[in-house]
């Protein structure tokens, strides 16, 4: 990192006119709406089943209900963005309806899926690509002031594990955040969290390396998000699947939280709470 570039640290989230404190770690609730997403594809397929993962979700203590329509596991199927908007947005109003004081984020790297969901009542925008895949959606988010998740991936979720040479997988990740941030800055946006990308464009020994030295990132001063939930660096690591990782994606989480994290993206909510409830007793 360039030793003139400076940023200020963030303790608050504007979310649409109320603050967010994120001064203690926060737990974001993965829903996702898609029929082929790695661990709960399909899960959700009904309004009432929709509203029952929401409702857990919200009384095990997520303070941010991430919806996402489009899986960027390696391989997935293309989806076009009619149908995204179209899955995303409805579920968006649905929970609107029901949990109107909820926080929700749009998992989307299309510019059109995120005014949909924004117009609808998301207030977050949570991008797999940083803008990469779609020119829009930086201005998109200048003109709305609306907090951005941007995470570090190369390529696209159907190439991108053949895009995992680095020569200095921290500072080329730092620089690419750096360069992220400064076009943001120019459109006078300042609410925004970072996301390595676990598992995207990256190897299982680059990811733990990431892990390891993620407090490297608390240089640019901006809210870490992790999100290792149930993925494959820890089932490939203990021999087993996405259904039987929930043991090792709690011991990751404690060690992202020892390591910076003040987000964490997960499936499973009341065992990330209890992993910031230990973390927050332990070094309070």
């Keep these: 990192m360039a030793k003139d570039t400076v940023f200020s640290t963030k303790k608050t ?14 737990v974001m609730g993965i829903l996702n709406t898609t029929p082929d997403s790695f661990f709960d594809g399909g899960k959700y397929s009904s309004e009432e089943l929709i509203l ?40 968006i109003e649905v929970i609107i309806n029901h949990f109107p004081d909820t926080i929700i984020s749009i ?7 995120a005014e949909a969901a924004i117009e609808t ?6 991008d797999i690509s940083a803008g990469s895949l779609d020119k ?43 360069e992220k941030i400064k076009l943001l800055q120019n459109l006078d946006v300042t609410d925004i969290i970072i996301d390595p990308g676990f598992g995207f464009s990256k190897t299982k020994e680059q990811n733990f390396e ?6 490297y990132f608390k240089g640019l001063g901006l809210p870490l998000l992790a999100g290792v939930s149930r993925k494959s660096m820890i089932y490939n690591t203990l ?10 994606t ?7 939280l020892m390591n910076g994290a003040q987000i964490l993206r997960v499936h499973d909510v009341k065992e990330a709470m209890e992993c910031i409830q230990l973390f927050n007793t332990t070094y309070s």
Excluded at 76 to 81: I, S
Excluded at 121 to 126: D, E, L, T
């Design 13 to 26: 989230l504007n979310i649409k006119g109320s603050i967010l404190n994120i001064s203690t770690p926060l």
């Design 52 to 91: 029952q993962q929401v409702r857990k979700m919200l009384e095990d203590g997520a303070s941010i209900i991430d919806v996402g329509g489009y899986s960027s596991r390696p391989g997935a199927n293309e989806v076009t963005t009619n149908e995204e908007i179209n899955r995303t947005s409805k579920v």
């Design 107 to 113: 998992d989307t790297f299309r510019s059109a899926v």
């Design 121 to 126: 009542g998301a207030k977050m925008v949570n």
């Design 136 to 178: 829009d959606m930086f201005s998109l988010i200048g003109k709305t002031k609306t907090p951005y998740v941007m995470m570090h991936m190369r390529g696209t979720p159907q190439n991108m594990q053949h895009k995992t040479s680095y020569t200095n997988l921290m500072n080329e990740i730092m620089d690419y955040f750096i």
């Design 210 to 215: 990431i892990l390891e030295k993620l407090n």
């Design 239 to 248: 021999g087993n699947n996405a259904e039987q990782a929930l043991n090792g």
């Design 250 to 256: 709690s011991v990751l989480n404690t060690i992202a």
